[in-house]
């Protein structure tokens, strides 16, 4: 009945977002970041082991001759273990401090991975379209909710 009283307050705006508190967040908008950052720290750990095998062996991986990229593999391999390295530390930063900065930043480095697992597929098809579809979900969690857990850093 206190809407209808003289004097009551509606609330402004019903966007997203707007008239919540930190309280209200749903847990399943905390779970998808936390999820999103945990993965983002597996897909650099899976980057980096990939890229340590190959400049440990150079014949570990088998590369055809109609390859779009021409790297050698040694080469390729230090490329994967510091882009590891990289989207290890946007999903340790996610997990962190959750702020807009951190989710863009590993928005862009999990679309770097995902375009970087296609150019691997030669190397290993099952294991690059694995990282493909976890590179699919961490952008989905962090863009999804990005709105909704800004509210918790208020």
Do not use: C, K
Not at 5 to 24: C, H, K
Not at 117 to 137: G, H
Request: hydrophobic share 55%; charged share 10%; proline share 3%.
């Amino acid at each position: 009945m206190a809407q209808y009283q003289e004097g009551a307050q509606r609330p402004a705006s019903r966007e997203r977002g707007q008239g919540r508190t930190a309280e209200s967040v749903s847990p399943w908008v905390t779970g998808f970041t936390v999820f999103a950052g945990i993965m983002l720290i597996a897909i650099g750990s899976a980057h980096f082991i990939a890229g340590l095998a190959a400049v440990l062996d150079d014949t570990f991986y088998v590369v055809g001759s109609n390859y779009t990229m021409r790297f050698d593999v040694t080469t390729w391999g230090w490329i994967q273990m510091v882009a590891g390295v990289v989207v290890g530390l946007a999903g340790a930063g996610v997990i962190a401090g959750n702020s807009v900065t951190a989710r863009v930043i590993a928005v862009l480095v999990a679309g770097a991975s995902l375009i970087w697992s296609f150019y691997s597929i030669p190397y290993y098809p099952v294991w690059s379209i694995l990282i493909i579809a976890l590179d699919v979900a961490v952008i989905w969690a962090l863009v999804a909710h990005g709105g909704e857990t800004d509210l918790q850093a208020r």
